[in-house]
Structure formats: structure tokens, C-alpha cells
């Protein structure tokens, strides 16, 4: 099992593929028959057909941009905690407006380094207009 350090630096491994825009690079991140429930509460992605066309609609569709904040590691060596502000384009608006999600994600891993789950906490308060940078 990956060391906590270890796991750490893959959850920023997986923010910097994601900010590279690299769906590939991202999907072999995960296990072949990985989970993702984003929101927490919504039916989850299941597989390795279902996650890529999961990244492909977050990184080309919703152009995310993830800023890590405060990493988290676990007591049972297979979990990280993950603060995030998820920059995203905002699907209802034409002229291309983009919103902040405050998301906490919690990531687990194998014992060979790969993600299989990954659940993102975050709700309707947490989703506001981007600011312009």
C-alpha cells in the first residue's frame, strides 16, 4: 500500500493531469473497475468506459480547472481527503460563464497505487460565480 506521502502526491498527480487537460493521463490513474460518485448522493460512474466518458465531459465539456487545497491522509492506509475549488464552465450559460464549486473529495487507493473511488462532497450552496481573475 502506498505510503500516506505516497498517496498524497498522487491525489496532486491526479489535480495536475486533470489541469493538463489529459483525459488518458487521468484514466490511467484509476482501476479498471473504479467508482466515481460526484456529487455524493447521484448514481455513480462505475468502470473504465463510464470513467472516461466522465473525464471527458468534465475536462473537454466542463473545461475544469481544480485548485487543490488541504490534502487529508487516513488512518487505514488507503484514503485521502482533498479540499478543491473546481473551476468549471457553467452549462446554462450561452456567453461561456464559469462558477467556483468548493469541493471535498475523498479518494481511495489500492495497494498497487490506483484510484478505485473517488466521491466528491459538494451542494447547491457550494457553486457560486466565478470570480475574474
Known amino acids: 500500500m502506498p505510503d500516506e506521502a505516497k498517496r498524497k502526491q498522487l491525489v496532486l498527480d491526479y489535480f495536475d493531469r486533470v489541469n493538463a487537460k489529459d483525459v488518458d493521463a487521468v484514466c490511467q490513474m484509476f482501476t479498471a ?3 466515481i460518485e460526484d456529487p455524493v448522493g447521484t448514481e455513480p460512474v462505475v468502470g473504465a468506459e463510464a470513467v472516461r466518458a466522465y473525464f471527458r465531459r468534465v475536462i473537454e465539456e ?41 469541493v471535498t473529495s475523498v479518494f481511495r487507493f489500492t495497494a498497487d497505487g490506483l484510484i478505485a473511488e473517488m466521491r466528491a462532497y459538494w451542494g447547491a450552496t457550494d ?3 466565478a470570480e475574474c481573475d
Open 62 to 102: 466542463f473545461g475544469t480547472q481544480d485548485t487543490p487545497g488541504t490534502l487529508t491522509g487516513s488512518q487505514d492506509e488507503a484514503h485521502v481527503a482533498a479540499s478543491l475549488k473546481a473551476t468549471i464552465r457553467n452549462p446554462q450559460d450561452p456567453e461561456g460563464g464559469r462558477l467556483a464549486v468548493n
Open 33 to 35: 473497475d473504479a467508482r
Open 127 to 129: 457553486v457560486a460565480p
